[in-house]
């Protein structure tokens, strides 16, 4: 349903970057993080739903709640709760501020400790270099956005010293899968999973199922604004895997 957010985030951050596109209210709630002072946080987490008005620069978007770090998050309870978005939230949250620790402990205990073992038996590192990967590989991705060059092809000339690709999340998206004819969400699990097989050198997939209480797998967009003061499109169209176990979420990766 909303595969159009990625031509519709592109309209946005061409208004985003262009003086005088919609109203000044509207783009400075857009490209600024932070909760607004008059929104209400309910004991859910998240500010009751809000419908952008027409012509407002995120009016193709849809509609969308805060959360109480002022991120705006879009999604339909019935395809994915509240309570993932959060986590979703927080999970992505620790690649911004570089947060280790609130990252492993977001992890699936059973793949912490193979993920672990896997990395210092074949690349002699661990869990906190292949984290400290994950946040370069996202700020790669802002600085692309912005200069329009990654990094390892810029010079001085092109910029490369100019930003440090740090961002700040001003909107998440999530959504339920598009799943091809014959698919389940079950069978998307199984062969997201199917590398980790080979990988832990175990039967991981079914490890997992016969342990975790619960298994949820959607898509998932992340918008953030850059050092250059716009929004931009960082993550698009991913798909996410959380398990729920004793009534905590973890997730992989």
């Not at 209210?25 to 952008?52: H, M, R, T, Y």
């Not at 990252?103 to 912490?112: E, F, G, I, T, V």
């Not at 740090?166 to 014959?182: H, V």
Request: hydrophobic share 30%; net charge negative.
């Amino acid at each position: 349903m909303f595969k159009k957010i990625i031509a519709a985030s592109a309209a946005l951050i061409m208004c985003l970057s262009v003086s005088g596109c919609g109203s000044k209210k509207s783009s400075s709630q857009s490209s600024e993080a932070g909760l607004p002072s008059d929104i209400v946080i309910s004991e859910n987490g998240v500010s009751q739903v809000f419908e952008p008005e027409e012509g407002a620069e995120d009016y193709d978007l849809g509609s969308y709640r805060y959360s109480k770090s002022g991120i705006k998050l879009y999604y339909d309870e019935a395809e994915v709760s509240t309570e993932l978005m959060l986590e979703l939230e927080k999970y992505f949250t620790c690649f911004q501020n570089r947060d280790y620790d609130t990252y492993k402990d977001m992890l699936y205990p059973s793949y912490a400790k193979y993920f672990e073992e896997f990395l210092q038996r074949d690349y002699g590192y661990g869990m906190e270099t292949s984290f400290e990967g994950h946040c370069t590989d996202l700020r790669n991705n802002m600085i692309t956005e912005i200069t329009g060059h990654y990094p390892d092809e810029m010079d001085e000339e092109t910029g490369s010293n100019e930003y440090t690709g740090d961002f700040t999340i001003t909107r998440i998206r999530g959504e339920a899968l598009e799943l091809s004819e014959g698919e389940t969400a079950d069978s998307r699990i199984q062969n997201f999973l199917s590398y980790l097989d080979e990988v832990f050198q175990r039967d991981y997939y079914n490890e997992l199922k016969n342990d975790a209480d619960e298994l949820d797998y959607f898509t998932f967009y992340i918008m953030a604004q850059g050092e250059d003061g716009n929004e931009h499109l960082i993550v698009s169209t991913f798909d996410i895997l959380f398990a729920k176990k004793d009534g905590k979420y973890y997730t992989f990766g």
